[in-house]
């Protein structure tokens, strides 16, 4: 009986890249260049020519490439910047992004002639892309943390992290990149014009952060088991937040007012998210329903097996993202309106992080940046002070008496 000849590796597509990437036995994965393009499809027939010629065993290889040497910093990273729910972080998705952008420049050079002339190529990529400096720098602190990786697992030599080392973060007025301005509090006017034109879930979580200086992403993950409620002032302890993996707890105290908001949220199951994108749209869907004067067609009926079904579901809880994009949208139908309505002044774009520099200057000002540290979840007043704007009312009144 003749033995069954071994199975040809297929030519697939590395999606973080870009590239196609054929995985060959005793080697492991090898980047071919752009995805479909003649080279690889040339290089994969080499390779499989060889492969096939010495019988499925081929040496490996010790001249790692940029592009490998992500994707095993990529694989890595999957696993590390998860958290106990088992959901990446935003970190996954920011190296997701830069590995793109890395392998599209240098996806084929060796790992180990990746030098500083290389790096500062890379920086100069973002610098057009328009981004802001204090992105870029991010960026660029990311790619020296693949190659130290690389360096402390032996997979590219300690002189090629040296060299990266050597290149000097962008400074502020002194290159070509993006100055942002400071994050401002937003006008209580324009967030009152927003209200009408956003869901009951959505509007519910402005005016919680306006009342209690929340996170977009704590607001997106309250749930009932999370709060006591036993107390004149309710306390939500946060799960997830920023400063967990210091061992630091959040807690966020919430008065007469936020009671008053969140009641109507408050759910039988505990361990459901309060605010969900998925009864949001199914009461658009109802109101929108109800609304209609035409007869319905029957594959237009609830319940129809023929309902067009959209490409990506509602989840069951929102995310910061999509909380900030239905604050954009609702955004958008407000200055449509206005522009119906022949009103001049139009809502400027605002995000809803900004309703928490609101909370902290108001507090700031009442009851001081002590006060404001606590409730922000602070543990300097030096982070606090960055949040909370200087009111210079008192100034200018003494600055009128003895000025």
Known sequence: MSKTAPRIP????????????????????????????????????????????????????????????????????????????????????NYKTLIR?????????????????????????????????????????????IFKWGCENQLIEPSVLQGLQAVAGLRYG???????????CVPDCFVDAVLPYVSPQVGAMIELQRASGMRSGEVCSMRGCDINTSGKVWVYTVGQHKTAWHGHQRQVFLGPRAQQIL??????????????????????????????????????????????????AAGDAYTAHSYQRAVTYGIQAANRARLAEAKAELIPHWHPHQ?????????????????????????????????????????????????
């Open 10 to 93: 297929s030519y697939r597509r590395h999606r973080p890249s870009g590239l196609g990437v054929v995985t060959l036995p005793g080697r492991g994965d090898v980047y071919l260049g752009q995805w479909n393009s003649a080279n690889s499809r040339a290089e994969y027939n080499r390779l499989i020519g060889e492969w096939t010629a010495s019988g499925g065993t081929l040496a490996p290889s010790h001249d790692l490439t940029v592009v490998e040497l992500a994707a095993a910093f990529l694989k890595h990273a999957k696993g590390y910047y998860k958290r106990p729910d088992g959901q990446f972080t935003g970190e996954v998705a």
């Open 101 to 145: 952008r890395l392998s599209a420049l240098y996806g084929r050079t060796a790992a180990n002639q990746f030098g500083p002339l290389a790096l500062k190529t890379v920086r100069q990529q973002l610098i057009d892309a328009c981004l802001a400096r204090k992105t870029i720098n991010q960026a660029v602190n990311r790619v020296r943390h």
């Open 174 to 184: 002194r290159s070509g990149a993006k100055e942002t301005a400071p994050v401002r």
């Open 263 to 312: 009641r109507p949220f408050l759910k039988a199951d505990l361990q459901a998210p309060l605010f969900s994108p998925r009864e949001s749209l199914l009461r658009i869907h109802e109101a929108r329903h109800a609304r209609r004067v035409t007869p319905l067609a029957w594959g237009n009926r609830p319940g129809s097996n023929r309902v067009r079904k959209p490409k990506k």
């Open 355 to 403: 309703l928490r520099h609101n909370y902290a200057t108001r507090v700031r000002r009442e009851h001081g940046l002590e006060t404001a540290r606590i409730l922000l979840g602070h543990r300097s007043v030096v982070v606090s002070e960055l949040y909370a704007e200087v009111d210079n009312t008192k100034a200018v009144l003494v600055a009128a008496k003895i000025g």
